[in-house]
């Protein structure tokens, strides 16, 4: 019985990323990235200018952000409102969320089964982040995509 906990717990962990090897791995392997909570250009701040850089490094941007109902694309993609409408899935969920907000979105998380879930700079939620790697998600929490990919891509 041991030994299953701790094979258990050892396989979870080894889906909370934080060494920068990993991270790496992360974004070589990534291509499709939905970001749940992007902001239009005309509000900018960080949940636009990260997701536009990483569109410019070459990854395909999935707008999903939480206000904005009229805006119908963001970065010349069209906008989602969900998780379960983008087909195929993406590899990547990036969120752009309070902490606090981040439980509300598990359940579509989980059944979109993306191989990564990125929380930005200040963003941590180690309950979520638990179940997600319990689910065989790989999961990095506050950590900057732009500042990763700045770092990489020099």
């Known amino acids: 019985m041991q030994d299953n906990l701790t094979a258990t717990t050892a396989s979870r962990r080894e889906h909370l990323l934080e060494s920068a090897p990993d991270v790496l791995r992360v974004l070589e392997r990534v291509?499709?990235?939905?970001?749940?909570?992007?902001?239009?250009?005309?509000?900018?701040g960080p949940a636009f200018y990260v997701p536009q850089r990483m569109q410019q490094a070459g990854y395909e941007i999935i707008p999903v952000p939480v206000y904005y109902a009229e805006i119908p694309e963001i970065l010349g993609a069209p906008v989602h409102r969900s998780l379960e409408s983008i087909s195929p899935p993406v590899d990547m969920v990036q969120l752009f969320r309070r902490p606090n907000d981040i439980p509300r979105h598990l359940h579509e998380i989980l059944a979109h089964k993306p191989r990564v879930v990125w929380m930005q700079l200040g963003i941590r939620h180690d309950e979520v982040a638990e179940q997600l790697a319990r689910a065989g998600i790989d999961v990095v929490q506050d950590r900057c995509v732009k500042v990763e990919l700045d770092r990489i891509r020099r």
């Open 31 to 44: 291509q499709r990235v939905a970001v749940i909570g992007i902001k239009p250009a005309i509000v900018g």
